[in-house]
């Protein structure tokens, strides 16, 4: 080959590469999603300023050392390469492989169906009998929206891109303007108030109040393991780290912004019984109703678009594990559109159910993403593990120069997700052990399928724990726990009444 055709294969490679401020962009792309409008009454009903800043200074630091680890996993484990799940099959077995996989697309399903409970209750003001979403006309609504999504995806739409692009100028925008007004027409008064928490509302110790927003925190997160994704594209490959850096530091100022500003516009008392989208009544508070209708379009594009991509997500996270014989043969088969047909009917099946469980919860909104945020927890946990793991036997280390650094890194992602776990609470541990306990079939009818043995010895003690916590999570749901049809912190989230010290019960 000729020096200039060298050239040219080397200049039409760079072409389809991006600089360090695209990559940026891409990054926070991923990680921007629904969650953002829910924070002004998740944080009011927990904590004051004081706490809401060592939340998110615990939840950056813990989350930036996650997506390090997704980072270097993805360098050092290149052959890893088909989705979260495979951190957990190399380093911990097929069976804890498989929990990975499964607890990552649960999370996701969860994840779709808090999208149709906040479509529902964001257009509740047009149309009232939808309510907060969990009512049974929304859950009605929404199980249709579920099944014509099904219905157009499964026609063969693939790819999605100019969707996906509306999508996210719906959800920046409105961000944008709502933390823009909410600065100018800020309130010193308010905030000095709400700044220890407990203006207008009992809230507990400040270890409680940090912890009881941990879960949210997660659930606005979710993506941030797609940032090492997209390596591939930078032009330089110092840029994908120092992408990951802005990126994760731009999303995480959206988000504290987006919390604090809201204390600076009304009592904390009042922050925390709003409607949400609380971004949207927060600005209709500020400056009218036109600004809570700006905020809920951009919402419902918004997350319309999001529900699209996580649908495909959820598909191919049973799919691809199929292809490999993780999962069972007919999760991977396709129709003639080329869609995944029996990994959709499953993913919409699960929405559909939990947006049954959804009636039968105080919060749903709040119920759905919390458990979302919990089935997340393994997957994430056990690949901050499987990091941690290979630092300790040196795999793929040959000086100790760079061990160091990456075995605080891992230690802190462990340490994290480990008090997240604790932090989700009984009652989500529980339920997503039952999810866990009937995922489980799919694990044995794909060993089956291989002639394979079904446990080894710790696999069958693994399933003997996740099986009694099932049983413990029926028996919870089925004696009528508290903290399944009320919310854990139902006592702290009383109604505000405008001038009263105390709440009123």
């Known amino acids: 080959m000729s020096q200039n055709a060298t050239g040219e294969h080397a200049g039409s490679e760079q072409a389809g590469k991006v600089n360090l401020p695209t990559l940026t962009a891409m990054v926070v792309g991923s990680m921007v999603g629904s969650g953002v409008f829910l924070l002004p009454r998740r944080f009011g009903t927990e904590t004051g300023v004081f706490g809401a800043i060592i939340a998110w200074a615990i939840a950056g630091t813990g989350m930036l050392m996650l997506a390090f680890c997704f980072q270097r996993l993805a360098t050092r484990k290149p052959d890893l390469d088909a989705g979260i799940y495979a951190y957990a099959k190399a380093g911990f077995g097929d069976y804890v492989g498989f929990a990975s996989a499964f607890g990552f697309w649960a999370s996701a399903c969860a994840g779709n169906c808090s999208y149709w409970v906040l479509i529902m209750t964001t257009t509740s003001a047009l149309f009232p009998g939808l309510g907060d979403g969990t009512t049974v006309a929304a859950v009605i609504v929404s199980s249709v929206c579920v099944w014509l999504f099904f219905l157009l995806i499964s026609r063969g739409v693939q790819q999605a891109a100019i969707i996906n692009r509306i999508a996210t100028i719906a959800k920046i925008i409105p961000l944008v303007v709502f933390i823009v007004l909410a600065l100018v027409m800020f309130d010193a008064g308010y905030f000095a108030d709400n700044f220890w928490g407990g203006n207008g509302i009992d809230v507990g110790s400040l270890w409680d109040q940090v912890t009881g927003t941990m879960l949210i925190t997660v659930f606005v997160f979710l993506g941030i393991e797609g940032a090492s994704v997209y390596s591939r594209f930078a032009r330089k490959r110092e840029d994908v780290g120092k992408a ?262």
């Open 244 to 505: 990951t850096v802005f990126g994760f530091l731009g999303v995480l100022g959206v988000f504290a912004l987006v919390t604090l500003v809201s204390y600076g516009s009304m009592p904390q008392g009042e922050l925390a019984s709003i409607d949400q989208p609380s971004v949207a009544s927060v600005l209709a508070h500020l400056v009218g109703d036109w600004g809570s209708i700006f905020i809920r379009i951009g919402v419902v594009v918004s997350v319309l678009g999001a529900y699209l991509a996580w649908t495909l997500m959820a598909a191919e996270i049973l799919f691809i594990p199929a292809r490999s014989k993780d999962m069972p043969a007919f999760l991977g088969r396709e129709n003639k559109a080329g869609a995944p047909i029996w990994a959709l009917v499953l993913a919409s099946g699960l929405v559909q159910i939990l947006l049954i469980v959804v009636l039968f919860v105080d919060d749903g909104l709040d119920f759905m993403l919390d458990l979302t945020s919990a089935l997340a927890l393994l997957p994430y946990l056990l690949a901050a593990a499987f990091m941690l793991k290979l630092t300790v036997t040196r795999e793929t280390y040959e000086s100790g120069r760079s061990r160091t650094p990456d075995m605080i890194i891992a230690c802190v992602a462990v340490v994290y997700t480990a008090f997240l776990v604790w932090a989700a609470g009984l009652d989500k541990l529980l339920l997503s052990c039952i999810l866990y306990a009937v995922g489980t079939v799919l694990y044995v009818l794909a060993r089956r399928e291989q002639r394979l043995r079904i446990f080894t010895r710790v696999e069958a003690m693994v399933f003997g724990v996740v099986l009694v916590g099932a049983i413990g999570g029926i028996i919870y749901l089925a004696t009528g726990s508290e903290d399944i049809h009320e919310h854990p912190d139902h006592e702290r989230h009383a109604t505000y009444v405008e001038g009263a010290d105390q709440p009123a019960h």
